[in-house]
């Protein structure tokens, strides 16, 4: 990515709104027509959100469940999904079950894949958002390690994708909500390209699967204050350019009930991702450090 002042000033120059990256699939007008449909709904279903005990994935299972969903949380560490998943309870009366699996791992990820396909208690909303970034360069990282964070950010996310798209649209009803990010749009290792085939799977699907009544969104975030880069031991930074979570979680709502394919929050990411289509790919490749210091 580009410095801050670079995008500050291409933010200025280039906020114009988001331009259509792929004119053919995307529909990036809103019409109106589904706004507000979750709210209305008397009873919106369950929705299953991975990774939903922390950063992101915990500011869905908030706003989800105060919009009425029973929740599945999937998430490693157990005590703390059941912390969770208390305070939840309490807070919004929902239904909350905790499902441990680590996404990396096939055979507990199949236990996920099962539970989405479960007849007798139909997931109306999934939100694949778990994953993790790599503080060190593709090379500098043993391949197992580089396996791993595949798996989680584009195996975990195709299969689960999967297994709840196979049963949603049999029901004619449902949602999918992929949390990639604004990295998918720019040169910037294996994570970006992993979040780049995540922006794309959504896009297509969500033109594919609209007409039977699914809709399915990519999330593509900037920098946001959680515990990602604490985790991936690079110092988070302040200003402008790192949103707060709610806020991005509220904006990605609004956008998904609006039934748009992608969602940038925040004006100066809408900026850069138009602006990553007029750049040179060369002259993007320059900026790719930040963030990772
Ligand atoms: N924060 C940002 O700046 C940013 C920007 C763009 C996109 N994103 C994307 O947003 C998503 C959420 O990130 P975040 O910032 O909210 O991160 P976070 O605060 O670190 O939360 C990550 C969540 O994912 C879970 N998780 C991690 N690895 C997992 C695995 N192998 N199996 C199951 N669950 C796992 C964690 O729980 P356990 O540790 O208990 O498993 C935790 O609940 C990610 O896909 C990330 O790539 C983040």
């Known amino acids: 990515m580009a410095t801050p002042p670079f995008w500050l000033a291409t933010a200025r120059v280039m906020d114009i709104g988001i331009i259509m990256p792929d004119p053919v699939a995307g529909d990036w007008q809103d019409t109106g027509m589904l706004h507000g449909m979750a709210e209305r709904l008397p009873t919106p279903g369950t929705a299953l959100v991975t990774g939903g005990t922390a950063g992101i994935g915990l500011a869905f299972a908030h706003r989800l469940a105060a919009r009425g969903h029973d929740l599945v949380l999937v998430a490693r560490d157990a005590a703390r999904q059941e912390s969770v998943a208390a305070e939840l309870r309490a807070a919004y009366g929902v239904d909350v079950e905790v499902l441990v699996a680590d996404l990396a791992d096939r055979e507990q990820l199949a236990r996920v894949e099962q539970r989405l396909r479960d007849p007798e208690r139909p997931v109306e909303l999934l939100v694949n958002n778990a994953g993790f970034g790599l503080k060190k360069r593709f090379l500098?990282?043993?391949?197992?390690?580089?396996?791993?964070?595949?798996?989680?950010?584009?195996?975990?996310?195709?299969?689960?994708?999967?297994?709840?798209?196979?049963?949603?649209?049999?029901?004619?009803?449902?949602?999918?909500?992929?949390?990639?990010?604004?990295?998918?749009?720019?040169?910037?290792?294996?994570?970006?390209?992993?979040?780049?085939?995540?922006?794309?799977?959504?896009?297509?699907?969500?033109?594919?699967?609209?007409?039977?009544?699914?809709?399915?969104?990519?999330?593509?975030?900037?920098?946001?204050?959680?515990?990602?880069?604490?985790?991936?031991?690079?110092?988070?930074?302040?200003?402008?350019?790192?949103?707060?979570?709610?806020?991005?979680?509220?904006?990605?709502?609004?956008?998904?009930?609006?039934g748009r394919p992608i969602s940038v929050p925040g004006r100066h990411y809408k900026a850069i991702v138009t602006a990553t289509r007029f750049i040179p790919a060369r002259a993007l490749q320059t900026y790719q450090s930040i963030g990772r210091r």
């Open 140 to 258: 500098d990282n043993d391949v197992d390690t580089e396996q791993a964070m595949l798996d989680v950010l584009v195996t975990a996310v195709m299969r689960l994708t999967h297994a709840a798209l196979g049963t949603m649209v049999e029901r004619r009803s449902g949602g999918i909500i992929n949390v990639s990010s604004v990295a998918g749009y720019l040169p910037r290792g294996s994570y970006a390209a992993a979040k780049a085939y995540v922006t794309n799977l959504s896009q297509w699907a969500s033109a594919e699967y609209k007409p039977v009544g699914v809709r399915v969104m990519a999330l593509c975030p900037g920098f946001t204050k959680t515990e990602f880069h604490e985790r991936m031991k690079v110092k988070r930074g302040s200003g402008f350019m790192w949103l707060d979570v709610d806020r991005l979680v509220d904006d990605a709502l609004r956008d998904f009930d609006k």
